[in-house]
């Protein structure tokens, strides 16, 4: 899951930024909603967390914006108005839950897996290739039933070459999907995970290959032998 924090703390950012990290997600930091919308733009996202006082105006005012672009797209606002009347005019704007700061992290986890569960938006499949098993609710992968413990950019390879398998996936469409828009880059730091991984995967006995295609990207397929 690839979520878009638009809050303007840093502090707060980077330690949700952090904890959600640890679950296997990505978290791309937007301070204001000019960034926000410029965020939204690129369709990348599966869930929105909201703070509403932002600098440059009400992070309430992104919501209609956003399902205009994305009517399917979770958005979980995150604030310290706990008044009635603010619960209230946030979910009448278009907001799937409401949390008031402070709040535990455990609850915040809890609530976004409540709003991706929702009966409106697809459930998050079990795919399987040969004997490659990749849980998308969980985030978990499996050979052969036995869990196959991965690091998380490793797991982030694995979930986009799964969702796109039989098809070249393009380096470019692979690194944005691992890394979110706040991460430093290296110019290898991808390859070293694909390469990783594979050995992984080598190594538990699945029954697949990842291909190089020269210059395009990667390919994940069922080894047939």
């Known amino acids: 899951m690839r979520v878009l924090l638009v809050e303007d703390e840093p502090e707060l950012a ?3 930024r952090a904890a959600l990290q640890q679950q296997g ?3 791309d930091i937007a301070p204001s909603l000019m960034q926000a919308h410029e965020a939204l733009r690129l369709n990348v996202h ?3 967390l909201l703070d509403r006082h932002l600098p440059d105006g009400d992070g309430a005012t992104l919501i209609p914006a956003t399902r205009k672009c994305r009517a399917d797209l979770p ?5 310290a108005r706990s008044s009635l009347a603010d619960r209230v005019g946030g979910l009448d704007l278009g907001a799937d839950d409401y949390l008031v700061k402070p709040f535990a992290v ?3 986890l809890a609530r976004m897996r409540a709003v991706s569960r929702r009966p409106s938006r697809p459930a998050l499949p079990v795919a399987m290739i040969g004997n490659l098993k990749f849980d998308f ?3 978990e992968a499996f050979v052969g039933g036995a869990l196959l413990p991965l690091p998380r950019r490793q797991l982030l390879v694995l979930e986009a070459l799964f969702l796109r398998h039989g098809r070249t996936v393009r380096r470019s469409v692979l690194q944005e999907s ?3 828009f706040n991460d430093e880059i290296q ?3 991808l390859d070293a995970h694909v390469s990783k991984l594979r050995r992984a995967l080598s190594e538990a006995g699945a029954r697949v290959d990842i291909h190089v295609i020269r210059g395009i990207g990667y390919l994940l397929k069922e080894r047939m032998d």
């Open 46 to 48: 599966d869930l929105v």
């Open 25 to 27: 997600m990505l978290a």
């Open 137 to 139: 609710a969980s985030h």
């Open 178 to 180: 691992v890394y979110d």
């Open 106 to 108: 455990e609850e915040l």
């Open 14 to 16: 980077r330690a949700l």
């Open 75 to 79: 958005v979980i606002m995150l604030t």
């Open 187 to 189: 110019s290898n730091a």
